[in-house]
């Protein structure tokens, strides 16, 4: 049993940076591949970023990467995504996932926090 809590929304303008986190409950963290993921309004849920059991490796969707970063740090059981050059089509609900394989697919993450809104003006 995972519990995931996001911070770090808000309003940015574009250009701006943003860094969310997300905190997990337990004592089990690195077990987990951690991911974020992103849903639009009207949009599917998609896919962000991805980070190994120790963070040795990470994935990016081609929309994020060399602006997003993904980091994680075991000993406090939290997984980060610092969001740099925000663009208006970042603007998105932001949820982080855990999943016991290094995969990009929403289904095979089995916890998810109840996401942040960030929210990028023009």
């Known amino acids: 049993q995972v519990q995931l809590v996001e911070s770090g929304g808000g309003l940015v303008q574009a250009g701006g940076s943003l860094r969310l986190s997300c905190a997990a409950s337990g004592r089990t963290f690195s077990r987990y591949v951690m991911g974020w993921f992103r849903q639009a309004p009207g949009k599917e849920r998609e896919f962000v970023a991805a980070i190994s059991w120790a963070g040795a490796r990470t994935y990016y969707a081609d929309s994020v990467k060399g602006r997003f970063t993904i980091s994680r740090d075991n000993a406090k059981n939290t997984v980060y995504l610092q969001m740099n050059s925000l663009k208006p089509e970042d603007t998105a609900v932001y949820y982080c996932?855990?999943?016991?394989?290094?995969?990009?697919?929403?289904?095979?993450?089995?916890?998810w926090g109840q996401g942040t809104q960030v929210t990028v003006s023009s």
């Open positions: 996932a855990a999943s016991l394989e290094f995969v990009v697919v929403t289904t095979r993450y089995d916890y």
